[in-house]
């Protein structure tokens, strides 16, 4: 389990200001490649009464976020199911190894997927108040970067969502690809101020993005500009 609560900025790019953004980091910051890129999954998960969705639209300052995350196929790390926090201007997350998943996920449905996320959390003494549910699955590309000190920037392309059948496996739902990249900047709070004079050569403004409402969005549960 891990909890440290960071700042994070994002920024919503199209080609243009993704080429614009890719020489700032080459040129006007210390960001070196920390991690090979990586495909990224992800099922979002919430209760009966979408509560993450009207949290977030409603601009609720602690609110939670529940999703199972994995890279690639799965199989080295193996799935982790993840509990976001927000606090504020701040985020942080606890992270829950899935081990019964790490061989598998690919070949089981959502519901089978669901029940031994939650058969695993309660192993270690996780158990929620509610009832959660598969709402939608989400797949990206990820580049990372970081500084020197310690700031972290991803850019995610390739970004598709997909609808979630119960019964269904991963992957088997219609796909749906959103046109947009999105920049993230993760820090400590204790340097804001140089996390403020870097990023004001980049001429853009951040604006709040949720891969879970834009996706929901576009599969029509719900509306978020």
């Known amino acids: 389990m891990n909890q440290d609560y960071r700042y994070e900025i994002k920024f919503v790019l199209d080609n243009a200001k993704l080429s614009h953004c890719m020489k700032w980091l080459l040129y006007q910051t210390s960001a070196i490649r920390a991690f090979d890129t990586r495909i990224v999954n992800s099922i979002y998960f919430d209760d009966l009464s979408y509560s993450s969705v009207r949290d977030n639209l409603a601009g609720i300052s602690d609110r939670n976020k529940f999703r199972l995350r994995w890279y690639g196929n799965g199989d080295d790390e193996g799935p982790l199911f993840e509990i ?27 519901d089978y997927i669901t ?103 576009m599969l029509g549960y719900t509306k978020y500009i």
């Not at 709040?208 to 834009?214: A, F, G, T, V």
């Open 84 to 110: 976001k926090s927000r606090n504020g201007r701040l985020g942080a997350k606890n992270i829950y190894h899935i081990k019964s998943l790490k061989k598998n996920i690919l070949s089981e449905n959502f």
């Open 115 to 217: 029940g031994e996320c939650f058969k695993e959390l309660e192993r270690q003494n996780i158990i929620f108040d509610k009832y959660l549910a598969p709402t939608l699955q989400v797949k990206y590309e990820r580049e990372y970067f970081e500084t020197f000190n310690g700031i972290r920037i991803t850019i995610d392309q390739e970004i598709c969502f997909s609808d979630i059948q119960l019964y269904s496996k991963i992957n088997e739902n219609n796909k749906y690809t959103y046109p947009l990249k999105v920049m993230e900047i993760k820090f400590d709070p204790r340097i804001k101020d140089a996390v403020t004079d870097l990023i004001r050569p980049l001429n853009l403004t951040p604006r709040r993005h949720s891969k879970y409402l834009i996706g929901l969005s």
